[in-house]
């Protein structure tokens, strides 16, 4: 399976019951960019419930990749 095939969903029915339970979507995509040093990109996309648009954020690091992810995480209790 290639890079752009690959998705993982999980969905659990004891969870789809709860109303209070904490939701949110989050699609990574990353690529290198096509000049010479072919820098690294990726882009973010993520929504949670209620009526606050999709959000998109481009980083150009692998560090800033974890950072954004571990800040929206923190929205959803364990």
């Given at each position: 399976m290639?890079?752009?095939e690959l998705a993982v969903v999980t969905m659990h029915d004891?969870?789809?019951a709860?109303?209070?339970a904490g939701r949110g979507t989050?699609?990574?995509?990353?690529?290198s960019e096509a000049s010479a040093d072919g820098s690294f990109r990726s882009r973010l996309t993520f929504?949670?419930?209620g009526d606050e648009p999709p959000q998109e954020v481009v980083v150009a690091s692998h560090e800033r990749l974890l950072e954004?992810?571990?800040?929206?995480l923190e929205k959803y209790p364990d």
């Open positions: 290639n890079e752009e004891d969870d789809a709860d109303s209070t989050m699609v990574i995509r990353i690529w929504a949670g419930t954004t992810v571990s800040e929206w």
